[in-house]
């Protein structure tokens, strides 16, 4: 990563570091078809339901997470409207059934300042995950697991006090799944559920969380995708770039790769997720364990 010295050798980057208005209706697009979609499965037989939760549902929910990511970073309204990124990511929320935008962006601003922080980045896998899916099976397991792991793993490591945000973002939801559930049913409920958690496990998009920091080579963090699932995860794949320029939108990164080629286009990258997913099984050098873990020294500031 190479945020220290690009600025000042690429000047025009910085012309970047502005929201990203576009967001603001793609997020209000993606919201109204899934209600739309809630409205449809809710009369559809059970095979249905499940089929087009994982053929459909899982793809927006787990680009809406990204979504909620880019939300994080403040690029829907920039960095001067603080408050309206809030309110807007828990309104983009809503179609995933459980409450998650405001709690990930108090621990997404760790991730980024204490990148592999020891009992401060909840990115990290636990010593027990590590310890116990360290074979092939397991490691399959633990991938169809990973929305679990993601949401318990904070509470085990990095316990934060509940707050009025975060009570907010609860209670919105629960009325949002209620209004859903009194006006198409129980299919409805089961298809938005079933998206989100099948969508963040055994799926393609969900390689972006192993590609993104496990050291497949030795020496090397961070690691960019450049395939074409970028077109459905708001360039998260761009991850080199995003660790290096965090306040530039995702729409961006593609011209930050290409203003800085240099420094960027001979870092280990990758084309594939559904290859990453491949490897991660069935490479018995990786596991949860394949991650830089830090002792942090000094005053530690958290969200």
């Known amino acids: 990563m190479w945020c220290c010295c690009l600025p000042s050798k690429h000047p025009e980057i910085k012309a970047l570091m502005k929201p990203d208005y576009n967001l603001i209706w793609v997020v209000v697009l993606m919201v109204l078809a899934q209600l739309t979609a809630f409205y449809l499965v809710k ?3 059970w095979k249905w339901v499940v089929f087009w939760a994982y053929v ?8 809406m997470t990204l979504a909620i990511h880019e939300i994080s970073h403040n690029s829907a309204f920039g960095n001067s ?3 309206w990124n809030r309110w807007f990511g828990i309104f983009a929320n809503l ?4 409450p998650y935008s405001i709690s990930f962006k108090r621990y997404h601003m760790d991730h980024h300042r204490y990148l592999g922080g020891d009992g401060i980045d909840v990115d990290i896998p636990t010593n027990f995950e590590g310890w116990f899916f360290c074979t092939p099976f397991r490691k399959f397991i633990w991938i169809v697991l990973q929305p679990f792991f993601y949401a318990i793993r904070p509470l085990c490591i990095n316990p934060k006090p509940i707050t009025r945000l975060e009570i907010i973002n609860l209670l919105a939801q629960l009325a949002f799944d209620v209004a859903i559930y009194y006006l198409w049913g129980v299919k409805s409920i089961f298809y938005m559920l079933a998206g989100s958690v099948l969508g963040l496990g055994l799926h393609p998009i969900s390689g972006h969380f192993i590609a993104e920091h496990y050291m497949f080579l030795k020496g090397h963090e961070t690691y960019s995708y450049y395939g074409p699932l970028n077109l459905l995860t708001f360039n998260v794949g761009y991850h080199n770039e995003h660790h290096d320029f965090p306040n530039i939108p995702g729409k961006s ?7 800085a080629a240099e ?4 870092l280990p990258q990758y084309n594939s997720w559904i290859k990453v997913l491949y490897d991660f099984v069935m490479d018995d050098t990786i596991s949860p364990y394949s991650r830089m873990k830090r002792q942090l020294k000094g005053e530690v500031k958290q969200d």
């Open 43 to 45: 009369d559809l037989d």
């Open 56 to 63: 459909f549902g899982s793809c927006i929910s787990h680009s």
């Open 81 to 83: 409207k603080a408050m």
């Open 95 to 98: 179609p995933l059934g459980l």
């Open 253 to 259: 990164l593609p011209l930050v790769k290409k203003i």
């Open 263 to 266: 420094y960027y286009d001979n």
